[in-house]
């Protein structure tokens, strides 16, 4: 009897027991802590971003801070900041995206031309106006150049990509094909020019962060951010498409047609970068592969804004290293570049040995 009313007491109070745990939902809220616990890499690689942005903006300030003269050096640094920044989103982004397309970790978009395209607009730029080219910089010039690497992409990968035995295989053997082509017109080119000329042509041949100029931001950070929104609405269909052609066409995706819209994203990003500091080859190569190290799983949703994030440390880093400890913020893309290509170097002798 006395049972009998101890559990109808107990029924009556439950809030006198203790509950079990209650384990959230999948897919349901979760608080901060548990979402920087799973992300832990991209909130590093975030935090440490902000402090060298900060420290880019107001290191080595001579003015006094909070005066007049300081926010003047700080607003005139802000457009580097706003280039190495959008150098950063273009590489790391155009990079996983045709690592994606390709299914090959140890490509880099400048296998299809773009940059050889780069080298070869410029030279002829200056072969044909001579030294009149200096004075023809500006938003008209920045524009035809980009609209002649998204136009070249668009005609050829979708000619490519048209017929029945269209495959990735040929896509790059013909990149390769005209990436040489246009380098050897480029030479010749730069043979028949008078030193001036080619003291002109190769500066603006060597990517410098200090070209950037604060007039195209506005225009190359608008369309950044367009293209950056179209990849993130994307992103499970890029998931899809990095299983392969035959896992992706029988999963309902259009391949063909998802393959082409990468690449020409890729064209508009390496386009946008070159506008800004010139080639860059190596730089995006670099940083995908070390935000490849620290993903959990290969979801775009992860990689992405890790790549970016290492991006921007990377770029952020070595030009406050090479500025303000080495004097030498000239060599910023050079380093940058080395370590690519001795990274590069590094796994494909890795993967061939084995």
Known sequence: MRSAERRRELAAAPGDRPEPHATPARGGPRSPLAWCGEHRALVVVGCAAVVLAIAILVYGNPAAPGSDGFWIIVRSRLASLGTIVLVSVCQAVATVLFHTATANRILTPSILGFDALY??????????????????????????QSLLMISFATLLY???????????????????????????????????????EFDVLSARLFGSIGRGNPDYLPIAGAIVAIVLIVVWRRRRVFDVIALGRDVATGLGVAYRREVVLILVTVAVLISVSATMVGPMTFFG?????????????????????????????????????????????????VIIEFAGGLLFLVILLRKGLR
């Open 119 to 144: 080298v070869l607009s410029q030279t002829a730029l200056i072969f044909v106006f001579g030294m009149a080219a200096v004075g023809m910089e500006g938003i008209p010039k920045i524009i035809a």
């Open 158 to 196: 979708g000619w490519l990509f048209s017929g029945k035995r269209a495959n990735l295989h040929l896509l790059l053997l013909v990149g390769v094909v005209l990436g040489i082509g246009f380098g050897s017109l480029s030479t010749f080119m730069q043979r028949l020019l008078t030193p001036s």
């Open 285 to 333: 190569f670099l940083v995908a592969t070390i935000a490849y190290q620290f993903t959990r799983e290969d979801r775009h949703a992860e990689t992405l804004p890790l790549a970016i994030g290492v991006a921007l440390v990377t770029l952020l880093g070595a030009t406050f290293v090479l500025k303000h400890v080495f004097a030498a913020a000239g060599l910023v893309t």
